[in-house]
């Protein structure tokens, strides 16, 4: 028996629902804010979360996809350009739609040895979901600093 008791498309469907609004709050920025603006010294521009998100993402699809699940490698600020990021993310949102459901369910119960801890694949790929609504919220709260609506966040697709 899988630890998952979703089938992977399920799971799949659900952090796409998460990726087609995070687009949204990245979209949402003025072009000029994305990668500059901050509320407060002490956090970082939207943008940069953004990559952190797509970095952690992609670590994740390439162990769960690929059996890749070495040493994780961050390149914090790859550009500074939106319509890149937006490129990156859309790839990357392709490759979960493409590949999670096709992942086998029991392949989540595995445990590994990550970077930060012993965990089950199943947690690091909710941890990378959780990572994006973390950041997301971020966002959100930014375009509100911003004087800007932020999308709805139940508005999944």
């Known amino acids: 028996m899988s630890v998952l008791s979703l089938p992977p498309a399920v799971l799949a469907a659900h952090w796409l629902g ?21 509320p407060t010294t002490t956090l970082r521009p ?4 953004a990559w952190e998100v797509v ?3 992609g670590y ?8 890749q699940w070495g ?26 739609e493409s ?12 445990t590994l040895q ?14 990378a ?3 994006e609504i973390h950041h997301r919220g971020q966002g959100m709260i930014y375009l509100r600093e911003l004087g800007l609506e932020p999308p709805e966040f139940w508005e999944r697709s």
């Open 99 to 110: 590949g999670l459901p096709g992942v086998p369910a029991d392949s989540f119960g595995r």
């Open 71 to 96: 040493a994780p490698t961050w390149n914090p600020l790859p550009s500074t350009d939106p319509a890149t990021l937006l490129s990156a993310w859309d790839a990357q949102t392709a490759r979960i």
């Open 18 to 38: 998460h990726r087609h609004v995070t687009r949204r709050v990245i979209a949402a920025f003025p072009h000029d804010q994305l990668f500059t603006y901050r």
């Open 114 to 127: 990550l970077a930060w801890g012993e965990m089950l694949t199943f947690t690091a790929v909710i941890g």
């Open 46 to 49: 939207f943008g940069e979360m």
């Open 60 to 67: 994740t699809l390439d162990g769960l996809l690929d059996g």
């Open 55 to 57: 970095g952690q993402t």
């Open 129 to 131: 979901i959780d990572n």
